[in-house]
T-cell receptor, first 110, second 112 residues
Framework: ETGVTQSPTHLIKTRGQQVTLRCSSQSGHNTVSWYQQALGQGPQFIFQ???????GRGNFPPRFSGLQFPNYSSELNVNALELDDSALYLCASSLGLEAFFGQGTRLTVV | KQEVTQIPAALSVPEGENLVLNCSFT??????LQWFRQDPGKGLTSLLLIQSSQREQTSGRLNASLDKSSGRSTLYIAASQPGDSATYLCAVTAGNNRKLIWGLGTSLAVNP
């Protein structure tokens, strides 16, 4: 167990809808990163939050947005869902250079 | 731009074999390299982390090496078991925001 918890574990949404995914980081970890993993692919970096501020962003459109709260938990929001957004969304928390992952949220867009 | 490549993409071996998975990266400016295991439809389990100043790490039947200058890492699995069947991913930590950059993984099947 890494101490990183993601919710929900599975989710089905309709194209055009909005979704919020949640991540509780390991105690004391002030950095949270989000990754998208499409089927058969390696994870792709979406963005990172450090002490409630965005600290880097990958090649994802603005409809992917996030938040980090004072307790360092985090949300990933995706607006105007597209079929290609179907993927496993992974959250990782870190304090130094080692990342600890949750079990992911499987999002299916139909 | 940092790119991570894993070879082979898939591997099928009989139980008991020793095997080597390969990972290469294009830019040696990394903080560390991690090997992960992923079971079908599941999240990631960290196996080994090698800091950029280290040459290898060992955990049980697993041994990972790092040659930063040549941009290579290997994951050695001794006496493979059917329970080792999974996808093995390597990732390097790099860049100002210390993000993970991933390979596509090696899908391993260990047959009884």
């Amino acid at each position: 167990e890494t101490g990183v918890t993601q919710s929900p574990t599975h989710l089905i949404k309709t194209r055009g809808q909005q979704v919020t995914l949640r991540c509780s980081s390991q105690s004391g970890h002030n950095t949270v990163s989000w990754y998208q993993q499409a089927l058969g692919q390696g994870p792709q970096f979406i963005f990172q939050y450090y002490r409630e501020e965005e600290n880097g962003r990958g090649n994802f459109p603005p409809r992917f947005s996030g938040l980090q709260f004072p307790n360092y938990s985090s949300e990933l929001n995706v607006n105007a869902l597209e079929l290609d957004d179907s993927a496993l969304y992974l959250c990782a928390s870190s304090l130094g250079l080692e990342a600890f992952f949750g079990q992911g949220t499987r999002l299916t867009v139909v | 731009k940092q790119e991570v490549t894993q070879i082979p993409a898939a591997l099928s071996v009989p139980e008991g074999e020793n095997l080597v998975l390969n990972c290469s990266f294009t830019d040696s400016a990394i903080y560390n390299l991690q090997w992960f295991r992923q079971d079908p439809g599941k999240g990631l389990t960290s196996l080994l982390l090698i800091q950029s100043s280290q040459r290898e790490q060992t955990s049980g039947r697993l041994n990972a090496s790092l040659d930063k200058s040549s941009g290579r890492s290997t994951l050695y699995i001794a006496a493979s078991q059917p329970g080792d069947s999974a996808t093995y991913l390597c990732a390097v930590t790099a860049g100002n925001n210390r993000k993970l950059i991933w390979g596509l993984g090696t899908s391993l099947a260990v047959n009884p």
